[in-house]
Nanobody, 124 residues
Framework: QVQLVESGGGSVHTGGSLALSCAASGYTYSIYCMGWFRQAPGKEREGVASIFTRGGSTYYADSVKGRFTISQDNAKNTLYLQMNNLKPEDAAMYYC?????????????????WGQGTQVTVSS
C-alpha cells in the first residue's frame, strides 16, 4: 500500500502563488507515476499534471501550462506542485495521486492511490 498526504493549500489573491507538497509513504518503490488532480464544487475531478517518477518526464493540462510546475524529490518521497499566477478558476480541492503503472492519460481512473486533498482558494 501507498499513503499520500498533501499539504500547502491556502488562500491567495488572483496572481498569487502557492506551493503544494505530497508526502508518500509505504511501498513507494512500486510507484511509477504521480500526479495532481483538482475538483471544484459541482465539477468532475480533473487532472492537472503528472510526472514519471523514474525519468522525470512531465505532462500538464492545457489550463495550467506555463503557470504550474510539477516536480519530485525522490530522496524525500515527496511530490510538489508550484502554482504561479493563480486564477479564480484554479480554486479547488487539490489531490495527490499515484499509480504503479507508467503515466498514461491524466485521468483519475489511471491512479490507484489518493491523498485526502488540500484546499486552494483564489479570490479576485
Amino acid at each position: 500500500q501507498v499513503q499520500l498526504v498533501e499539504s500547502g493549500g491556502g488562500s491567495v489573491h488572483t496572481g498569487g502563488s502557492l506551493a503544494l507538497s505530497c508526502a508518500a509513504s509505504g511501498y513507494t518503490y512500486s510507484i511509477y507515476c504521480m500526479g495532481w488532480f483538482r475538483q471544484a464544487p459541482g465539477k468532475e475531478r480533473e487532472g492537472v499534471a503528472s510526472i514519471f517518477t523514474r525519468g522525470g518526464s512531465t505532462y500538464y493540462a492545457d489550463s495550467v501550462k506555463g503557470r504550474f510546475t510539477i516536480s519530485q524529490d525522490n530522496a524525500k518521497n515527496t511530490l510538489y506542485l508550484q502554482m504561479n499566477n493563480l486564477k479564480p478558476e484554479d480554486a479547488a480541492m487539490y489531490y495527490c495521486a499515484a499509480d504503479r503503472s507508467r503515466c498514461g492519460t491524466l485521468h483519475r481512473a489511471n491512479f490507484s492511490y489518493w491523498g485526502q486533498g488540500t484546499q486552494v482558494t483564489v479570490s479576485s
